[in-house]
């Protein structure tokens, strides 16, 4: 795959945007975009879209979505769950240094000066996520296939990387994982039984590839995020929403149970993202 264009020498978010039958990708990822532009001053937010989602794309979300880009040979066309194109984010990004993100991940403080910590890398993943009291979470109920095989403990939902040439043969292997995942999945991975390859495995791979020492900030917290699956919270599979209610003040500070959310929140309930909370983000956007 080459790229169309040289990417632009700034920093920005990055996300994949393609609706399925069941989910609105592109209102959860309008909803990303809007609390990125409440809280952060480097705010610059791209999308990468499939052109069924590119016809739903509207004047309110152009407001927010600098870059609107399109995913070429789209891999994810029949899929549900539509990781399939992660791999090209390194060739569609249209910024030199691009945070690429879950679109399920609200921004809920100002969080600028990370860049400056992240820059230390080529490319740069979360190895620790937190449970909504912020708290570092060492729960593996969903890496059984992590810890069986002792694969790198990352996180594709928060990843920085700069336009280099390690970053680019990163992602070059992420690619060979998807393309060739049977061959993976029954040769080189242990009690594995996935028909389709998951990011955060696939991103695990290809870090033992390029070497694990190069992809994170071993001695650093950072990137990281509050990841609100049930197990992290030590509910089981228990939805969050189920116990905690959550607000958001004029300020865009979000408040879950009695806890401020100091770090990036990973809500995982795609209904999470509603009407109310989009309209919510909006108002505080315009009165900014």
Not at 2 to 27: C, H, M, W
Not at 49 to 76: C, G, M, N, S, W
Not at 205 to 211: L, P
Request: with cysteine; net charge negative.
């Amino acid at each position: 795959m080459q790229r169309t264009s040289e990417p632009l020498p700034i920093k920005g978010y990055f996300t994949f945007v393609q609706n399925s039958a069941t989910i609105d990708y592109l209102n959860i990822a309008y909803l990303q975009a809007l609390s990125i532009k409440c809280t952060q001053k480097i705010n610059n937010y791209a999308i990468a879209v499939d052109q069924a989602t590119k016809a739903l794309i509207t004047d309110d979300h152009r407001k927010v979505f600098d870059y609107i880009i399109d995913i070429p040979d789209d891999e994810a066309h029949d899929s549900d769950w539509k990781l399939e194109n992660e791999w090209k984010a390194w060739w569609l990004t249209p910024f030199k240094e691009t945070v690429k993100l879950d679109s399920d991940i609200l921004f809920t403080r100002n969080i600028d000066h990370w860049w400056a910590i992240m820059q230390h890398k080529d490319i740069c993943c979360t190895h620790k996520i937190r449970d909504y009291e912020g708290k570092i979470s060492q729960d593996k109920t969903f890496r059984q296939l992590h810890k069986i095989n002792n694969l790198p403990n990352l996180y594709s939902g928060f990843t920085y990387f700069r336009y280099t040439r390690a970053s680019m043969e990163f992602f070059a292997q992420v690619k060979k994982v998807f393309h060739n995942w049977p061959m993976y999945r029954d040769t080189v991975l242990k009690q594995c039984r996935h028909d389709k390859a998951n990011t955060d495995e696939a991103y695990a791979i290809a870090a033992m590839m390029v070497g694990e020492e190069n992809c994170y900030l071993p001695c650093m917290d950072i990137p990281t995020f509050a990841h609100m699956k049930g197990p992290i919270q030590g509910w089981g599979h228990t939805d969050w929403t189920e116990h905690l209610y959550a607000q958001v003040d004029d300020n865009a500070n979000l408040t879950v149970g009695f806890n401020r959310q100091m770090y990036p929140f990973h809500y995982v309930n795609k209904t999470f993202a509603s009407e109310q909370l989009i309209e919510r983000y909006q108002r505080i956007l315009e009165s900014s």
